[in-house]
């Protein structure tokens, strides 16, 4: 169930969403929070940015928590993330052992936590994570329709 503190650090997800358009990047932004709620680390996808095809918002924010914590294990922490999780993904959050992912747009071409795949709550692994969908999906939604539709846009 999503709760007003999950819309809060959402939209602190999307500023970092907006962030990526400047690197030409995909705009997908995220949030790790500590178990009071507070930022514990950011980022966005900086694919373009790294010429690295795994800096994904996600990626980018696990790498950057465990360095400052000296410690893989963020087993105390909320990732927000403003796009459903990719399998790739779902496999670090799963391995750094975050115990609950809130996203808000679904990714109906690649998405791992519900719409394609479920990896995150599947039973045939040692590890899951709780799964809060939706939370401000129209406004986490808007700059990837506008991205995409403008990269399609300029193909012609």
Known sequence: MPSRSDAEAMRLAL???ELALASGDVPVGAVLLDRDGTVLAHGRNERE??????AHAEIVVIRRAAQLRGDWHLDDTTLVVTLEPCVMCA???LAARIPRVVFGAWDDKAGAAGSVHDLLRDRRLPYRAEVVAGVLEAECAAPLTRFFADARASEL
């Open 15 to 17: 500023a970092e969403a």
């Open 49 to 54: 940015k790294h010429a690295d095809p795994t």
């Open 91 to 93: 496999g670090a959050i």
